[in-house]
């Protein structure tokens, strides 16, 4: 079993439509959290990053962890076209010297 | 522009080739990594470097042997190629552990080992 599971899609919504993206892990000692956006043939990108549990805001963007349940969303609100793209969640360990553990990645597409 | 910086973007290697790929930073980083992009899989570490000079293993680390000789370059070797080497490798390099707003990722090598 993976350490960290995430659903491959595709996902596709209509533009103006609420993205929910998740994960699920199972190592206990992951303590930061990140979501990647990573376009087709390009590296993947910071896009929010969250230490520990809570919620954290940025624009349209909303990042949720949950360490008692093992989970982590990522809401993207009023979706755009320029949102298709695809989505790594990744997480590491307080001691990992940096090592992220990645999930499989979902793939979005916002439709006009 | 500063970022990080892959040698070459795209390679076809015959079966038994050896090559090497160059992973470039200016922005005086300590920490380096290589992973290797595989569809379902997501990004899974080969090796990594926590300063000039150092290397360990990541998760993938068969059939690869890397070296930091210089701060700012990560090597990554293949001796002899297998077609299960086929992959899109991404260098990562990172100020340090935990900072990662200040973490960031090459924009890939494509390898196809035939």
């Known amino acids: 079993q993976k350490e960290v599971e995430q659903d491959p899609g595709p996902l596709s919504v209509p533009e103006g439509a609420i993205v929910s993206l998740n994960c699920t892990y199972s190592?206990?000692?992951?303590?930061?959290f990140m979501w990647y956006r990573q376009y087709s043939r390009k590296g993947p990108e910071l896009l929010m990053y969250t230490y520990s549990s809570g919620n954290k805001e940025d624009g349209r963007f909303t990042a949720q962890v949950d360490k008692s349940s093992k989970y982590i969303s990522l809401f993207i609100r009023d979706s755009q076209p320029s949102d298709s793209a695809t989505y790594l969640c990744?997480?590491?360990?307080?001691?990992?010297?940096?090592?992220?553990?990645f999930g499989a990645g979902t793939q979005v597409v916002v439709t006009p | 522009n500063a970022g990080v910086t892959q040698t070459p973007k795209f390679r076809v290697l015959k079966t038994g080739q050896s090559m090497t790929l160059l992973c470039a930073q200016d922005?005086?980083?300590?920490?380096m990594y290589w992973y290797r992009q595989d569809p379902g899989m997501g990004l899974r570490l080969i090796h990594y470097?926590?300063?000039?000079?150092?290397?360990a293993k990541g998760e993938v680390p068969d059939g690869y042997n890397v070296s930091r000789l210089k701060k700012q370059n990560f090597l990554l070797g293949l001796e002899s190629a297998a077609p299960s080497q086929t992959s899109v490798y991404f260098c990562a390099s990172s100020y340090s552990p935990g900072v990662w707003t200040e973490a960031f990722f090459g924009q890939g090598t494509r390898l196809t080992v035939v």
């Open positions: 990744a997480m590491s360990a307080m001691d990992s010297w940096g090592k992220l553990q």
């Open positions: 190592n206990s000692a992951f303590q930061y």
């Open positions: 470097s926590v300063g000039e000079g150092t290397t």
């Open positions: 922005m005086n980083h300590e920490y």
